[in-house]
């Protein structure tokens, strides 16, 4: 079985540039997370899915942020305009449905430099 | 606030060693404590523990809560270097209906040969 998958694995960009990531979750995992890790600390919630409903996004920096999960299965997390302190590893994560939630399947992240 | 609480931040260690990596925490509403551990890759899960006292093995890693003292610890013996990585813990407090993950900054362990 196919675990979450994310893309690109690196990205470099120049502040003030557009840059997406995008995320397929484990087939059948109705919940998404998308995590921001900067270096030395650990994942931070940014915005939490059930199915195509942003159900939790407390976290998400709504003026240059954003995210969709459109039809309920990948997802692109969208940051416009990159500043120098977005660099950090964008963690997308998916789990069964809400009531199994405790388990946490991640994908191998995306490290964004942003010069 | 919610908070969880890692120690030792970084640890160095020998092949055939053992070593305990130490998680405290401060949520509302306990629900879980989940172990990952993070290579160069995803973070892949170890362990989920809810009960105080029960101890959850896998090969060489085992691992124990204890609520009343709002701590775990996660035991590694005879470490091998496939066994360096940063070892996360996470709590989970269940708030709304649903669990979030409440992340400690992880312990990097390292064994040298």
């Known amino acids: 079985e196919a675990g979450v998958v994310q893309s690109p694995r690196y990205k470099i960009i120049e502040k003030k540039q557009p840059v997406a990531f995008w995320c397929n979750p484990i087939?059948?995992?109705?919940?998404l997370y998308w995590y921001r890790q900067n270096l030395g600390q650990g994942p931070e919630l940014l915005i939490r899915y059930e199915n195509e409903e942003a159900v939790d996004d407390s976290q998400l920096p709504k003026d240059r942020f954003s995210a969709e999960r459109l039809k309920g299965v990948d997802s692109t997390l969208k940051i416009q305009p990159a500043e120098l302190g977005d660099s950090a590893v964008y963690l997308c994560a998916s789990s069964l449905d809400r009531r199994t939630a405790d388990i946490q399947y991640f994908g191998a992240g995306t490290r964004l430099s942003v010069l | 606030e919610d908070k969880v609480v890692q120690s030792p931040l970084s640890l160095v260690v020998h092949e055939g060693d053992t070593v305990t990596l130490n998680c405290s925490y401060e949520?509302?509403?306990?629900?879980?404590l989940l172990w990952y551990k993070q290579e160069k890759k995803a973070p892949t899960f170890l362990f989920m523990l809810?009960?105080?006292?029960i101890e959850k093995k896998s090969g060489r890693l085992s691992s124990i809560l204890d609520k009343k003292e709002l701590s775990s610890i996660l035991n590694i013996t005879a470490t091998q270097t496939g066994d360096s990585a940063i070892y996360l813990c996470a709590v989970g407090p269940f708030s709304g209906g649903y669990n979030k993950l409440i992340f400690g900054a992880g312990t990097r362990l390292a064994v040298h040969p």
């Open positions: 949520v509302t509403n306990f629900r879980s």
């Open positions: 809810t009960s105080s006292g």
């Open positions: 087939s059948g995992h109705n919940t």
